[in-house]
């Protein structure tokens, strides 16, 4: 079974604070995948990497960036948070470029 | 960009009915189509998907149909159960050919609600 893991289920941070989201998934996969769910809006693709150190931007980069130092580890990093940051953030990775497998999500309330 | 439009938003039917829930994709490339079914509190999970090649794919109780010169693709269940109550996703695989990995375009989910 693929098992994709997020450090955090809940985090409540403060507006200008640096937050750090961290993804691992365990099966070897080469692509790995940041999202933000909000109601309405679907999953929207904000970073993605395809290999090791390697990174690509989605559709919502801004005020994001990410780091992907080893295989198994994607990280997804607020610069500075703002309260327009808070959603439900989703990582993922697939093999190659079909079947995404996703983590639990860790939602984030910044104030 | 590219852009995957998905309705109805929320559904609302009878165990035992049918569902269908509709997507249109705009990028003529894209060739790979999965749905994904997220319970309340819980993962997105891949439960179908459909390549170009093929009109028509079904599992079970769910069945997807495509149809390419309409860039547009169905998720039907029949006999719905209550525990199919979530919010379900539907996807285009893009690929804007500057990176080695093509990505994947979510609809807005559509919310199903089966009442027993």
């Known amino acids: 079974d693929v098992k994709v893991t997020q450090s955090s289920r809940y985090l409540v941070k403060r507006t200008g604070e640096k937050v750090f989201l961290e993804c691992v998934q365990d099966?070897?996969?080469?692509?790995m995948f940041w999202y933000r769910q909000d109601p309405g809006l679907g999953l929207r693709l904000i970073y993605f990497?395809?290999?090791?150190?390697?990174?690509e931007k989605g559709d919502i980069p801004e005020g994001y960036s990410v780091s992907r130092e080893k295989k198994e580890r994607f990280s997804l990093i607020l610069e500075s948070a703002s309260t327009n940051q808070t959603s439900m953030y989703l990582c993922?990775?697939?093999?190659?470029?079909?079947?995404?497998?996703f983590g639990p999500g860790t939602r984030l309330l910044v104030l | 960009g590219e852009n995957v439009e998905q309705h109805p938003s929320t559904l609302s039917v009878q165990e035992g009915d049918s569902a269908v829930i509709k997507c249109t994709y705009s990028?003529?490339?894209?060739?790979?189509f999965p749905w994904y079914k997220q319970e309340l509190g819980k993962r997105p999970q891949l439960i179908i998907d459909?390549?170009?090649?093929?009109g028509e794919k079904k599992d079970q109780r769910i069945a997807v149909t495509l149809n390419k010169t309409a860039k547009h693709f169905s998720l039907h269940i029949t006999e719905t159960q209550p525990e199919d109550s979530a919010v379900y996703f539907c996807?285009?695989?893009?690929?804007?050919?500057?990176?080695?990995?093509?990505?994947?375009?979510f609809g807005q989910g559509t919310t199903l609600q089966v009442k027993p």
């Open positions: 990497s395809y290999d090791v150190k390697m990174k």
């Open positions: 990028d003529s490339a894209s060739n790979y």
């Open positions: 459909i390549r170009s090649n093929v």
């Open positions: 996807a285009a695989l893009t690929d804007d050919g500057s990176s080695n990995t093509g990505k994947l375009i």
């Open positions: 993922a990775s697939s093999p190659g470029q079909e079947t995404q497998y």
């Open positions: 099966m070897d996969h080469e692509n």
